[in-house]
C-alpha cells in the first residue's frame, strides 16, 4: 500500500488533481480562517457557513435547488477550452469601417496598461489622492481630444459613440433653453446604429427627429433646437460642414459633429468649423475593436456648456500645500447626484480604455500620429486609384479613409467574393459597397483586394506605381493648418524605455487591488484573476469587428449563449441581453422593456415609478430618462421599505403603476425580510418589478431575484462577474429578464438575432451601438463562472457574507454599525456611522478618507448611502489577513480621534485634518506639527515594510470646482510645484 | 420699512414697496457647503411662483432656486459669478441672487416669517 507522503494517507488521483483548485485562489479566507471568524460572530449557533447564510437570509426567498451551472474546472482547461471558443472565431481582414477599426494597440501600453492589473483593477477615481496617475493619464486624454477636435473642454469619455451623441443630443437640448423647439435634424451620412441609438433616446425625451440632407434639407425645415452631422460621413464623404452648422445656428439651434480622431489628425477640426459639440470614439486609436468593445468615445464641446457637459471632467486643482493636484471636477453635474433632475444616461467612463487612447497619442507623439494617419489615408488613395482604374465608381471623391463604391447589382456577390480572400467589405445596399482602411491594413491587403475586383487587371496593378500617382485628394481647405498635440507629454515619450517608465511612474500614483484591499460599499471589488483576463486580449476575442458575419464569430456566438444560460440561471430569469454597457444603462434599458411590455397590452399609460428614497441615484435618473414619473417611498429608520407607505402609493397610482425599482440586498446593507411582499404588493397594482443588480453578490446561489418575485434585472459584471473597475470603467451591465418581457429586450440595426424572441413582440431600440456591448471582457465572467462551479459561487456569495459580518463585529467595538438585519448581522457590506465624530472631534468622514491613505488603503464608499458614513464591502476575495489589516487601521484611526475626544490632540490641527501626510512634509526642513513623524507616516508598524507614499496631499475641491482647467498644465507648473 | 419673507425651498425675500429682493438663507448655505457657482436669472425674465430661478452649486450638491413670488426679474447679482463663495459669507445680505417686481404681494401671505421659518428649520433638522 502506498503512503501518500505529505499527509500519512492515500489520497485519490480525483483529489490529488484539485479541479476546484481555483475556489481557493479566488476565495480569500482559508477553511481555518472561516471557522475562526465565525467564531467570532455574536450570533448564536453559526458554526459554519451554511448556518451562517440561514441566519442571515430570509428562509422565504431562499433557492431551493442547487446552480445548474456545470462544475468547476481548473484554470488551465478554462484557458483551453476559451482557446477553443477562440478558435472559432475567424479574425478577417476588416475593411468594413462604420466606426470600428483595426488598430494596433502599442506593445508597451498593451503590457503596461491593459494587461497590467495596476491600471485595470483600480476604482473610479473619486479618493484623488490615491489616483494621481490614472487622473493624469486621463487629462492627456482630454487634452489630446480638445487639440483634435478644436473645442474648448473635453470629457474623460462617455460608453460609445452612438450614446455620446445621444447623450450630445440631450445636452444641446438642455443648454439652449431660449430654443423651445423639440426637433432635432440628423443629417443622413451618419452611422446606422448612431441613428438608431438616437432614436431610442429621442423617443423617450418627448423630441423628434428629422433625417435629411444637411446641405439640402436643413433650410426648409422649421424650427430645430439642434443638428447632428457626421465628418467624414458613414459613406465616408469628407466634407467642409461649416454651411449646414451655420444654418442651425440660424435657427438658433446648435451643432453637433461626430467625427473620427484619426482623421481629424489631417483635417481641418469641427470647432474650426463651428461646431458647438464634437463626439466621435477613440477605438481606433489603440483599443481592440473587441467585436464591439469596450471602447472609450469622446466628448467636447465650449467652456460655456461646460456645466451641462455629460460625463466626467478631470479637472486641476491644487493641494493642501499648494501644488497642483488632479480631481474629478463638477461632480454635481453628475447622473447619481441629480437623480430625478439628470438629463444623462451615463454614470461611470471608459477609463481604462481613454487611457489607452491618451497613452497612443502620448506614444506616437504629433509625428507619428501624422504618419500613421497619413499612412492611411495613402492606402485609401490608392484602393480608390486602383479600383478606378478597374472601372469602378468611386461615389465621393473627397474621403479620408473609407470609399463607397459604385458596383450596381454586384455589392453582395464582389462582398462574398472578398470573403472567400479573408476580407470582409461592407454593404450598404445591394449597389454600393464600402472599403476602409485603418492602421492594420497591409500592401497585400491592397493587392488581394484588386485581386478580388478584377483576377486578372488587378493583378497587374501595382501598389508601388499607384503610390507615386496618387495625392491631393483633400482639398488644401480641409487640411488641417497648425501644429497638433503641442503639450510637452505628447513630445517626450516615443521611446519604448521613456514610455515604459513613464506608464510605470504613472501606475506608482495610485492605490488598486495590486496593494490593498479597495473595500466600497456597493462596488465590489473583487479579484480579477489573471486567467480570466488572459483572453480578453487574444486576437480571435480582440480583434473581431462587430458586424462582422455571424459565420466569422462562432466562438462569440457560443461564449455569449453559454453565458446567458448560466446568468439566467443564477438570477432566476429567462432571457439576457448583453447589449447595456453599463450599469445606468442597463437600468435605462430595463425600464424601456417594461415600458414597452405595458404598452403592448394597451397600457402605455403606466409611467409611474415607485422608488424607495434610499436608492442609488442611477434610479430615478434612468426612470426619467426612459420617460417614467418618480414617485419616492418613504424608508423605515432602518432604511428598510416602508411597505404601508408603499401600499399606498401602489393604490394610489394602481391605474398608472409602470415598476418599482428596489435593490436587494437593499442600499443600506441589509437583506429585507419583506421583499417578496413588496414585489406582491406593485405586481397585484399592476406594476413591474425592477431589482437593482448592484449587490447580486450577496445572492448568488442563495437567492434568485426572478424567484422571489422581479421582472427585471441589470447585472453588474464588472462588479459580481469579475469583470475588473479600469479605473473607472469598463463596466457591463447586461439585463436579465422574465419570459413575458423577453420580446422586448433590443434588437440591432445592423447585427441580426440579437433578441431571438424578438418575433413574438416589439423589441424596444438599440441603446448601445454595438450589439452586445462590450462583448470582449465577457470571457472574464465566462471563466469566472466556468471556474467557481455552484459550488464555488455560492462559497463565494457565503464568505462575502462573512467577510462583511467579521468586519462589522470587529469594528463594533468601536464605531457604530448602522444597520443590521436579522440576528443582528449584514448582508455582504456594513455602514459604519462616522457623523458623531463630527461633534466630538471635528472629524469629519472625509478626515478618515484622507486618513486611511497614509496607512495605504483606499478609503470605504464615503457618505453614501447616508451621509457622514462609511460603507464598507470587503468581498470573498480578501483574506483575513487583509481584513485584519484594514481593520487595524480603522481601530488606530478611533484611536486617533478619540485623543482629539479627551484633548490630547488639537482639534484643527491633527492627524486627521492634516491627512494625507506626503514625502514633501517629511523632508521638509522644519517639522512644525505637533505630532510626531512617526504617528504622521507610519502610525502602524508594519506600515514600515511596504509604504504607500501619496504623490499629493489632501486635493482642494473647492478650488477645482470655482476655477475649472481640464487641460494638461504647463510643465512648468509641475517643475516649480516639485521644488 | 422692509419686510423679509422665508420660503420652504430656503430663500429669502425682503420686500420694500413692490420690489422684492431674493437671495437663500443661511441655513441652505450651511447645508450646501462651500458654493463654487451660481447661475442667476436673465433680467426681464417673468417668473411664476414657484418657478425654477436659477441655481447654486457646491461640490457636493446642486439645488434650483425658485421664485418666492410672480413678478418681472428687475436686477440681478452679476458679483456672485465671479465670487460665488459670497454665498457662504453674506447669504443674507451681500450675495442676494435677483431682485423681481412682483406682480401679487399677495402671494406673500403664502411665505415664512423670521420665526416660523427658524422653527421650520429646527424640524428639519
Given at each position: 500500500?502506498?503512503?501518500?507522503?505529505?499527509?500519512?494517507?492515500?489520497?485519490?488521483?480525483?483529489?490529488?488533481?484539485?479541479?476546484?483548485?481555483?475556489?481557493?485562489?479566488?476565495?480569500?479566507?482559508?477553511?481555518?480562517?472561516?471557522?475562526a471568524m465565525?467564531?467570532?460572530?455574536?450570533?448564536?449557533?453559526?458554526?459554519?457557513?451554511?448556518?451562517?447564510?440561514?441566519?442571515?437570509?430570509?428562509k422565504s426567498?431562499?433557492q431551493?435547488?442547487?446552480?445548474?451551472?456545470p462544475?468547476?474546472?481548473?484554470?488551465?482547461?478554462?484557458?483551453s477550452?476559451?482557446?477553443?471558443?477562440?478558435?472559432?472565431?475567424?479574425?478577417f481582414?476588416?475593411?468594413?469601417?462604420?466606426?470600428?477599426?483595426?488598430?494596433?494597440?502599442?506593445?508597451?501600453?498593451?503590457?503596461n496598461?491593459?494587461e497590467?492589473?495596476?491600471?485595470?483593477?483600480?476604482?473610479?477615481p473619486?479618493?484623488?489622492?490615491?489616483?494621481?496617475?490614472?487622473?493624469?493619464?486621463?487629462?492627456?486624454?482630454?487634452?489630446?481630444?480638445?487639440?483634435?477636435?478644436?473645442?474648448e473642454?473635453?470629457n474623460?469619455s462617455?460608453?460609445?459613440?452612438?450614446?455620446?451623441?445621444?447623450?450630445?443630443?440631450?445636452?444641446?437640448?438642455?443648454?439652449?433653453?431660449?430654443?423651445?423647439?423639440?426637433?432635432?435634424?440628423?443629417?443622413?451620412d451618419?452611422?446606422?446604429?448612431?441613428?438608431?441609438?438616437?432614436?431610442?433616446?429621442?423617443a423617450?425625451?418627448g423630441?423628434q427627429?428629422?433625417?435629411g440632407?444637411?446641405?439640402?434639407?436643413?433650410?426648409?425645415?422649421?424650427?430645430?433646437?439642434?443638428?447632428?452631422?457626421?465628418?467624414p460621413?458613414?459613406?465616408?464623404?469628407?466634407?467642409?460642414?461649416?454651411g449646414?452648422?451655420?444654418?442651425?445656428?440660424?435657427?438658433?439651434?446648435?451643432?453637433?459633429?461626430?467625427?473620427?480622431?484619426?482623421?481629424?489628425?489631417?483635417?481641418?477640426?469641427?470647432?474650426a468649423m463651428?461646431?458647438?459639440?464634437?463626439?466621435g470614439?477613440?477605438?481606433?486609436?489603440?483599443?481592440?475593436?473587441?467585436?464591439g468593445g469596450?471602447?472609450?468615445?469622446?466628448?467636447?464641446?465650449?467652456?460655456?456648456?461646460?456645466?451641462?457637459?455629460?460625463?466626467r471632467i478631470?479637472?486641476?486643482?491644487?493641494?493642501?500645500?499648494?501644488?497642483?493636484?488632479?480631481?474629478?471636477?463638477?461632480?454635481?453635474?453628475?447622473?447619481?447626484?441629480?437623480r430625478?433632475k439628470?438629463?444623462?444616461?451615463?454614470?461611470?467612463?471608459?477609463?481604462?480604455?481613454a487611457?489607452?487612447?491618451?497613452c497612443y497619442a502620448?506614444?506616437?507623439?504629433?509625428?507619428?500620429?501624422?504618419?500613421i494617419s497619413?499612412?492611411?489615408?495613402?492606402k485609401?488613395?490608392i484602393?480608390?486609384?486602383?479600383?478606378?482604374?478597374?472601372g469602378?465608381?468611386v461615389?465621393?471623391?473627397?474621403?479620408?479613409?473609407?470609399?463607397?463604391?459604385?458596383?450596381?447589382?454586384?455589392?453582395?456577390?464582389?462582398?462574398?467574393?472578398?470573403?472567400?480572400s479573408?476580407?470582409?467589405?461592407?454593404?450598404?445596399?445591394p449597389?454600393?459597397?464600402?472599403?476602409?482602411?485603418?492602421?492594420?491594413?497591409?500592401?497585400?491587403?491592397?493587392?488581394?483586394?484588386?485581386?478580388?475586383?478584377?483576377?486578372?487587371?488587378?493583378?497587374a496593378?501595382?501598389?508601388?506605381?499607384?503610390?507615386?500617382?496618387?495625392?491631393?485628394?483633400?482639398?488644401?481647405?480641409?487640411?488641417?493648418?497648425?501644429e497638433i498635440?503641442?503639450?510637452?507629454?505628447?513630445?517626450?515619450?516615443h521611446s519604448?524605455?521613456?514610455?515604459?517608465?513613464?506608464?510605470?511612474?504613472?501606475?506608482?500614483k495610485?492605490?488598486?487591488?495590486?496593494?490593498?484591499?479597495?473595500?466600497?460599499?456597493?462596488?465590489t471589488?473583487?479579484?480579477?484573476?489573471?486567467?480570466?483576463?488572459?483572453?480578453?486580449?487574444?486576437?480571435?476575442?480582440?480583434?473581431?469587428?462587430?458586424?462582422?458575419?455571424?459565420?466569422?464569430a462562432?466562438?462569440?456566438?457560443?461564449?455569449l449563449?453559454?453565458l446567458?444560460?448560466?446568468?439566467?440561471?443564477?438570477?432566476?430569469?429567462?432571457?439576457?441581453?448583453f447589449?447595456?454597457?453599463?450599469?445606468?444603462?442597463?437600468?435605462?434599458?430595463g425600464?424601456?422593456?417594461?415600458?414597452?411590455?405595458?404598452a403592448?397590452?394597451?397600457?402605455?399609460?403606466?409611467?409611474?415609478?415607485?422608488?424607495?428614497?434610499?436608492?442609488?441615484g442611477?434610479?430615478?435618473?434612468?426612470?426619467v430618462?426612459?420617460?417614467?414619473?418618480?414617485?419616492v417611498?418613504e424608508?423605515?429608520?432602518?432604511?428598510?421599505?416602508?411597505?404601508?407607505?408603499l401600499?399606498?402609493?401602489?393604490?394610489?397610482?394602481?391605474?398608472?403603476l409602470?415598476a418599482?425599482m428596489?435593490?436587494?440586498?437593499s442600499?443600506?446593507?441589509?437583506?429585507?425580510?419583506?421583499?417578496?411582499?413588496?414585489?406582491?404588493?406593485v405586481?397585484?397594482?399592476?406594476?413591474?418589478?425592477?431589482?437593482?443588480?448592484?449587490?447580486?453578490?450577496?445572492?448568488?446561489?442563495?437567492?434568485?431575484?426572478?424567484?422571489?418575485?422581479?421582472?427585471?434585472?441589470?447585472?453588474?459584471?464588472h462588479?459580481?462577474?469579475?469583470?475588473?473597475?479600469?479605473?473607472?470603467?469598463?463596466?457591463?451591465?447586461?439585463?436579465?429578464?422574465?419570459?413575458?418581457l423577453?420580446?422586448?429586450?433590443?434588437e440591432?440595426?445592423?447585427?441580426?438575432?440579437?433578441?431571438?424572441?424578438?418575433?413574438?413582440?416589439?423589441?424596444?431600440?438599440?441603446?448601445?451601438?454595438?450589439?452586445?456591448?462590450?462583448?470582449?471582457?465577457?470571457?472574464?465572467?465566462?471563466?469566472?463562472?466556468?471556474?467557481?462551479?455552484?459550488?464555488?459561487?455560492k462559497?463565494?456569495?457565503?464568505?462575502?457574507?462573512?467577510?462583511?459580518?467579521?468586519?462589522a463585529?470587529?469594528?463594533?467595538?468601536h464605531?457604530?454599525?448602522l444597520?443590521?438585519?436579522?440576528?443582528?448581522?449584514?448582508?455582504h457590506?456594513?455602514?459604519l456611522?462616522?457623523?458623531?465624530?463630527?461633534?466630538?472631534?471635528?472629524?469629519t468622514?472625509?478626515?478618515?478618507?484622507?486618513?486611511?491613505?497614509?496607512?495605504?488603503?483606499?478609503a470605504?464608499?464615503?457618505?453614501w448611502?447616508?451621509?457622514?458614513?462609511?460603507?464598507?464591502?470587503?468581498?470573498?476575495?480578501?483574506?483575513?489577513?487583509?481584513?485584519?489589516?484594514?481593520?487595524?487601521?480603522m481601530?488606530?484611526?478611533?484611536?486617533?480621534?478619540?485623543?482629539?475626544?479627551?484633548?490630547?490632540?488639537?482639534?484643527?490641527?491633527?492627524?486627521?485634518k492634516?491627512?494625507?501626510?506626503?514625502?514633501?512634509?517629511l523632508t521638509?526642513?522644519?517639522?512644525?506639527?505637533p505630532?510626531?513623524?512617526?504617528?504622521?507616516?507610519?502610525?502602524?508598524?508594519?506600515?514600515?515594510?511596504?509604504?504607500?507614499?501619496?504623490?499629493?496631499a489632501?486635493?482642494?475641491?473647492?478650488?477645482?470646482d470655482?476655477?475649472?482647467?481640464?487641460?494638461?498644465?504647463?510643465?512648468e507648473?509641475?517643475?516649480?510645484?516639485?521644488? | 420699512?422692509?419686510?423679509i419673507?422665508?420660503?420652504?425651498?430656503?430663500?429669502?425675500?425682503e420686500?420694500?414697496?413692490?420690489?422684492?429682493v431674493?437671495?437663500?438663507?443661511?441655513?441652505a448655505?450651511?447645508?450646501l457647503?462651500?458654493?463654487?457657482?451660481?447661475e442667476?436669472?436673465?433680467?426681464?425674465?417673468?417668473?411664476?411662483?414657484?418657478d425654477?430661478?436659477?441655481?447654486?452649486?457646491?461640490?457636493?450638491?446642486?439645488?434650483?432656486?425658485?421664485?418666492?413670488?410672480?413678478?418681472?426679474?428687475?436686477?440681478?447679482?452679476e458679483?456672485?459669478?465671479?465670487?460665488?463663495?459670497?454665498?457662504?459669507?453674506?447669504?443674507?445680505?451681500?450675495?442676494?441672487f435677483?431682485?423681481?417686481?412682483?406682480?401679487?404681494?399677495?402671494?406673500?401671505?403664502?411665505l415664512?416669517?423670521?420665526?416660523?421659518?427658524?422653527?421650520f428649520?429646527?424640524?428639519?433638522d
Open positions: 500500500m502506498s503512503i501518500d507522503w505529505q499527509h500519512g494517507e492515500r489520497l485519490t488521483l480525483e483529489a490529488l488533481e484539485v479541479r476546484d483548485d481555483f475556489l481557493r485562489r479566488h476565495i480569500g479566507p482559508t477553511e481555518d480562517e472561516v471557522s465565525l467564531a467570532t460572530l455574536a450570533a448564536d449557533g453559526v458554526a459554519d457557513l451554511d448556518q451562517l447564510t440561514d441566519a442571515a437570509v430570509p426567498i431562499r431551493t435547488q442547487e446552480l445548474s451551472v462544475d468547476s474546472i481548473s484554470e488551465r482547461q478554462t484557458q477550452a476559451l482557446r477553443a471558443m477562440a478558435r472559432r472565431n475567424k479574425v481582414v476588416s475593411m468594413i469601417g462604420a466606426g470600428y477599426h483595426g488598430t494596433i494597440t502599442p506593445p508597451v501600453i498593451l503590457r496598461v491593459l497590467n492589473p495596476g491600471w485595470y483593477t483600480a476604482y473610479t473619486y479618493q484623488a489622492e490615491v489616483s494621481q496617475g490614472r487622473l493624469e493619464a486621463l487629462l492627456n486624454f482630454q487634452q489630446m481630444v480638445v487639440d483634435l477636435t478644436g473645442m473642454l473635453a474623460a462617455l460608453l460609445d459613440e452612438a450614446t455620446a451623441a445621444a447623450e450630445a443630443m440631450a445636452m444641446v437640448k438642455r443648454a439652449n433653453r431660449k430654443n423651445k423647439a423639440e426637433r432635432f435634424f440628423v443629417d443622413a451618419v452611422h446606422p446604429q448612431t441613428l438608431a441609438v438616437l432614436k431610442t433616446r429621442a423617450h425625451l423630441l427627429i428629422v433625417i440632407d444637411a446641405e439640402t434639407d436643413l433650410e426648409a425645415e422649421g424650427e430645430l433646437f439642434g443638428l447632428l452631422v457626421q465628418n460621413g458613414t459613406s465616408g464623404r469628407l466634407r467642409d460642414v461649416s449646414p452648422i451655420a444654418a442651425i445656428h440660424a435657427k438658433g439651434g446648435l451643432a453637433i459633429v461626430a467625427t473620427d480622431p484619426m482623421a481629424l489628425v489631417l483635417t481641418k477640426s469641427p470647432g463651428g461646431a458647438d459639440v464634437v463626439v470614439s477613440a477605438q481606433r486609436f489603440g483599443v481592440p475593436m473587441g467585436y469596450p471602447h472609450a468615445a469622446f466628448f467636447a464641446t465650449r467652456e460655456e456648456y461646460k456645466r451641462s457637459t455629460p460625463g478631470i479637472g486641476v486643482s491644487v493641494d493642501a500645500e499648494g501644488r497642483p493636484a488632479l480631481r474629478m471636477a463638477l461632480q454635481t453635474r453628475e447622473q447619481h447626484i441629480r430625478d439628470a438629463t444623462s444616461n451615463i454614470c461611470t467612463a471608459q477609463v481604462l480604455l487611457v489607452i487612447a491618451g502620448v506614444y506616437h507623439g504629433p509625428e507619428g500620429l501624422n504618419r497619413g499612412r492611411i489615408h495613402r485609401a488613395e484602393i480608390a486609384e486602383g479600383l478606378r482604374r478597374l469602378h465608381g461615389v465621393h471623391d473627397c474621403f479620408y479613409d473609407t470609399i463607397k463604391l459604385s458596383v450596381p447589382g454586384q455589392a453582395h456577390k464582389l462582398a462574398a467574393r472578398a470573403r472567400e479573408r476580407i470582409n467589405l461592407r454593404v450598404y445596399d449597389d454600393h459597397l464600402g472599403i476602409s482602411v485603418d492602421e492594420t491594413t497591409k500592401r497585400e491587403d491592397l493587392q488581394t483586394l484588386f485581386r478580388v475586383f478584377s483576377p486578372k487587371a488587378g493583378a496593378l501595382s501598389v508601388e506605381g499607384l503610390d507615386r500617382e496618387v495625392g491631393g485628394t483633400i482639398p488644401g481647405k480641409l487640411v488641417r493648418r497648425g498635440l503641442t503639450h510637452e507629454v505628447f513630445r517626450s515619450y519604448e524605455t521613456e514610455m515604459m517608465r513613464y506608464l510605470r511612474w504613472l501606475q506608482a495610485d492605490v488598486a487591488l495590486d496593494r490593498a484591499m479597495i473595500p466600497l460599499g456597493s462596488c471589488m473583487k479579484l480579477n484573476a489573471a486567467t480570466e483576463m488572459i483572453p480578453v486580449t487574444w486576437r480571435e476575442f480582440a480583434h473581431l469587428h462587430p458586424f462582422a458575419p455571424l459565420d466569422q462562432q466562438g462569440y456566438q457560443q461564449l449563449e453559454e446567458e444560460a448560466w446568468l439566467a440561471d443564477i438570477t432566476g430569469y429567462e432571457a439576457i441581453s447589449m447595456p454597457n453599463a450599469g445606468s444603462q442597463g437600468e435605462y434599458t425600464l424601456l422593456v417594461i415600458r414597452q411590455y405595458h403592448s397590452r394597451g397600457e402605455g399609460h403606466r409611467k409611474i415609478c415607485l422608488i424607495p428614497s434610499s436608492a442609488h442611477t434610479n430615478p435618473a434612468s426612470a430618462m426612459a420617460g417614467l414619473e418618480v414617485v417611498v424608508c423605515d429608520h432602518q432604511g428598510n421599505v416602508d411597505v404601508a407607505d401600499k399606498t402609493k401602489a393604490e394610489k397610482h394602481a391605474d398608472d409602470a418599482i428596489i435593490t436587494y440586498p442600499t443600506h446593507g441589509v437583506f429585507e425580510e419583506k421583499v417578496s411582499e413588496i414585489c406582491d404588493i405586481h397585484a397594482h399592476g406594476g413591474q418589478v425592477y431589482v437593482d443588480g448592484a449587490n447580486l453578490n450577496a445572492m448568488v446561489g442563495i437567492c434568485r431575484p426572478g424567484d422571489f418575485g422581479a421582472d427585471v434585472s441589470h447585472l453588474n459584471l462588479k459580481t462577474f469579475c469583470i475588473p473597475h479600469g479605473g473607472g470603467g469598463p463596466g457591463m451591465g447586461p439585463i436579465g429578464v422574465k419570459r413575458h423577453a420580446p422586448f429586450l433590443p440591432h440595426p445592423l447585427v441580426d438575432g440579437v433578441n431571438p424572441a424578438a418575433h413574438e413582440g416589439q423589441p424596444v431600440g438599440p441603446v448601445s451601438a454595438a450589439p452586445y456591448g462590450s462583448a470582449s471582457i465577457l470571457p472574464i465572467s465566462w471563466a469566472y463562472i466556468r471556474m467557481m462551479g455552484p459550488r464555488g459561487l462559497r463565494a456569495t457565503q464568505v462575502a457574507i462573512l467577510n462583511a459580518n467579521y468586519m463585529t470587529r469594528l463594533g467595538d464605531f457604530k454599525v444597520y443590521t438585519g436579522r440576528n443582528g448581522l449584514v448582508a457590506e456594513c455602514i456611522d462616522c457623523r458623531p465624530f463630527e461633534e466630538t472631534a471635528g472629524v468622514v472625509e478626515d478618515i478618507a484622507k486618513r486611511l491613505v497614509d496607512f495605504g488603503f483606499h470605504p464608499t464615503m457618505s448611502p447616508v451621509p457622514g458614513t462609511l460603507m464598507i464591502e470587503p468581498t470573498e476575495s480578501e483574506s483575513k489577513r487583509e481584513l485584519d489589516r484594514f481593520c487595524d487601521a481601530i488606530q484611526i478611533r484611536e486617533e480621534i478619540a485623543a482629539i475626544e479627551r484633548g490630547d490632540a488639537d482639534r484643527e490641527n491633527n492627524l486627521l492634516n491627512a494625507p501626510h506626503t514625502h514633501h512634509l521638509a526642513e522644519a517639522w512644525e506639527r505630532y510626531s513623524k512617526e504617528a504622521a507616516f507610519f502610525p502602524l508598524k508594519q506600515i514600515r515594510e511596504d509604504k504607500f507614499w501619496p504623490p499629493v489632501r486635493v482642494d475641491n473647492v478650488a477645482g470655482r476655477n475649472l482647467i481640464c487641460t494638461c498644465p504647463p510643465m507648473d509641475y517643475r516649480a510645484a516639485a521644488e | 420699512m422692509s419686510q419673507y422665508f420660503s420652504e425651498d430656503h430663500e429669502w425675500i420686500v420694500e414697496g413692490d420690489v422684492g431674493v437671495g437663500i438663507t443661511n441655513y448655505q450651511e447645508q457647503g462651500d458654493v463654487v457657482f451660481v442667476t436669472p436673465e433680467v426681464g425674465a417673468a417668473l411664476d411662483q414657484g425654477e430661478a436659477g441655481v447654486v452649486e457646491s461640490v457636493k450638491a446642486a439645488s434650483e432656486i425658485y421664485s418666492p413670488v410672480s413678478g418681472e426679474v428687475s436686477d440681478v447679482n458679483e456672485l459669478a465671479d465670487n460665488p463663495g459670497l454665498v457662504n459669507e453674506e447669504p443674507e445680505d451681500g450675495a442676494w435677483f431682485k423681481i417686481k412682483l406682480s401679487d404681494p399677495g402671494e406673500l401671505d403664502d415664512m416669517d423670521a420665526a416660523a421659518y427658524k422653527k428649520c429646527k424640524d428639519q
